[in-house]
């Protein structure tokens, strides 16, 4: 079974996506990374007031970025939401409110919901995490198939394989997931909410890993 066939739908495992800036977008996750920018500058003109704007980063006054941090636009880093010294955020990144980037962590392309939170020393790329997802330490949620010929992202789901189209993808995290210091996860997974992940472990939902 293909992506396009797959009905993977974001708002099933992130209950404030329906309520959210991205509502309207009715896309499976891996099409939501693969439009990120053009969906957070539309985003940006439905702000309400409390945001500063400069250089299509949007920042609520109640939030904190820490001299050292690197934000690149578009992004939106909502109420009281904090951004440490020497985290590196870019590629199109969405904050909600409450939520916490650890230092030296580097958030690419990705959507973080209420009360989610980056230790620190982690990489998370072109992924959606849900309401308090929580990575710990070191954890990293890989976006690209770099030890493969053919990069497309497969992802084993159940019975059935789908094939995303797109050749970067991370993980559609469900809200409550909870994810291990230094546990690596392959690019392209899907985890239902309040996924545990233990500490140092690989998750790998490519056929290829389940042959």
């Known amino acids: 079974m293909t992506g396009a066939s797959m009905p993977i739908v974001v708002a099933e495992y992130v209950a404030r996506w329906s309520s959210s800036l991205f509502a309207d977008v009715a896309e499976p996750p891996w099409r939501v990374i693969q439009h990120a920018e053009t969906h957070l500058l539309e985003a940006m003109g439905k702000l309400p007031a409390g945001y500063e704007i400069a250089n299509d980063v949007a920042i609520h006054t109640t939030a904190i970025v820490e001299p050292g941090a690197v934000v690149k636009g578009p ?3 909502g109420p009281r939401c904090f951004v440490a010294a020497s985290a590196y955020l ?3 990144v969405f904050m909600d409110e409450d939520c916490i980037i650890g ?6 392309t990705t959507f973080m919901f209420k009360g989610s ?12 995490l849900g309401a308090a997802v929580n990575l710990e330490a070191g954890s990293i949620l890989a976006n690209y198939r770099n030890e493969l010929e053919d990069k497309r ?3 084993r789901f159940g019975q059935d394989v789908i094939d995303t189209q797109v ?8 809200d409550g997931t909870r994810i291990g210091a230094n546990a690596v996860v392959a690019p392209g997974a899907i985890f239902a909410q309040d996924t545990r ?3 140092l472990t690989l998750v790998d939902q490519h056929p290829l890993a389940h042959s």
């Open 103 to 108: 230092p030296a962590a580097e958030l690419k």
């Open 197 to 199: 992940v233990g500490r």
């Open 167 to 174: 050749e970067k993808f991370g993980a559609l995290a469900g």
């Open 117 to 128: 939170k980056l230790a620190h020393l982690n990489f998370v790329g072109d992924s959606i």
């Open 90 to 92: 870019r590629g199109g």
């Open 153 to 155: 992202i497969r992802i």
């Open 75 to 77: 992004a939106i880093i």
